[in-house]
């Protein structure tokens, strides 16, 4: 939606903004949940190092069986790229502004100097052509997991739930899972939520 509305301009910025907004809220929250949430999406999880990922991808082109109950090395890296580039987008366009379309600005435009207003404009621009890349490229290896290595991903991503043969070999001992609170993730979220509000509120 963010996209479309920014390619569309005029009225459609209002729901860019929001669409924004929406967007940094779960970002912000999603960082707060891979500190004190579930098992699988702490960041102390999946977050492992490039020589973890070196060994992952060596296994991966040498056909081996792989087992993992959360993300993958490779998976937990692109997980983090993903979340700091959404972080710079959403963070880039509080502070953008448009000419284009009859002087559009972010709700923190006001706050900086002209010369930083057109820096991060530019830089809002361009950076969502990698955050596609970088969409495609996610989206393209869970095609590739659910067509070529048989395990359904995107499955998981929406239920929650694996395979047992996926996550543990066969005879192998189950891993272990602790699960937060929804209480904790609702209660994460409306703080998200109204630092967002906060922050925009500051440009006035």
């Not at 997980?79 to 559009?104: E, R």
């Not at 499955?155 to 929804?182: E, I």
């Not at 939520?193 to 500051?202: D, G, K, P, T």
Request: with cysteine; aromatic share 12%; hydrophobic share 55%.
């Amino acid at each position: 939606m963010s996209y479309f509305t920014g390619q569309a301009g005029g009225d459609w910025m209002k729901f860019h903004f929001w669409s924004g907004y929406a967007i940094l809220t779960l970002v912000l929250f999603r960082i707060a949940w891979g500190f004190v949430g579930s098992t699988t999406a702490r960041f102390s999880d999946f977050v492992r190092g490039p020589m973890a990922c070196l060994a992952y991808l060596k296994s991966l082109l040498l056909g081996r069986r792989t087992f993992e109950i959360g993300h993958n090395p490779v998976g937990g890296a692109m997980v983090v790229l993903l979340l700091f580039a959404v972080l710079a987008q959403a963070a880039t366009g509080l502070f953008s502004a448009d000419t284009d379309m009859g002087t559009v600005s972010g709700p923190l435009a006001n706050l900086i100097a002209d010369k930083g207003v057109d820096r991060l404009t530019h830089f809002h621009h361009f950076w969502v052509n990698v955050l596609l890349v970088l969409i495609g490229l996610h989206v393209l290896a869970a095609i590739f997991y659910l067509v070529g290595k048989r395990q359904n991903l995107i499955g998981a991503m929406v239920t929650g739930r694996k395979r047992l043969d996926d996550v543990a070999p066969s005879g192998g001992a189950q891993p272990a899972l602790t699960f937060a609170s929804g209480r904790l993730a609702v209660s994460l979220l409306i703080v998200a939520a109204a630092l967002v509000y906060f922050i925009v509120r500051m440009g006035g």
